[in-house]
């Protein structure tokens, strides 16, 4: 799992450290780190091979003509493998570095299953938007559920 945030330099040559927790979790679900233009966001966003696998089979279960079957289709062409360096660095391609206006650093934003990479700004202006939508709204509602393996005890 992705938790936690980190701010790392990135060099002029687009190398930026992946923080040690996520190279773990990437190393136990199959090594590489797959980056790709966020679909919502003005970020980049970086997950496993194994979780990039469970969204094909989601795209192959849509309609192959439909509009989101297309976007997501984009999105696979558009993404990165990754492998990095004996220092814990990749080299995010200068097309990512541009569409998420990254300058100095990047912030890695760990939100579970996969992360999200964000210039210094951007983030900035998400997290003052998300604290106001909390100030103004209160927290979501959750309803969390067991784990098969809890309701098979029972």
Partial sequence: MFLSTSHNKID????????ASYRNQLEIEGGSLILFQSLQFKCLEGTT?????????AIDDLDAMSNEASILR?????????KYDSE?????????????MIKN?????????SFLIWSDSEYKNQYDKTQKILSKSGPP????KTE???VDDR
């Fill in 74 to 82: 984009m999105m696979m062409a558009d993404s990165f493998e990754l």
């Fill in 105 to 113: 650093t990047a912030v890695f934003m760990g939100i579970g299953r």
């Fill in 141 to 144: 509602k959750l309803i969390l």
């Fill in 12 to 19: 002029k040559k687009g190398r930026v450290s992946v923080p």
């Fill in 49 to 57: 091979v194994k979780r990039m696998k469970q969204y094909i089979d």
């Fill in 148 to 150: 098969r393996s809890q």
């Fill in 88 to 100: 814990g660095r990749v080299v995010v391609p200068e097309k990512l570095i541009s569409f998420a």
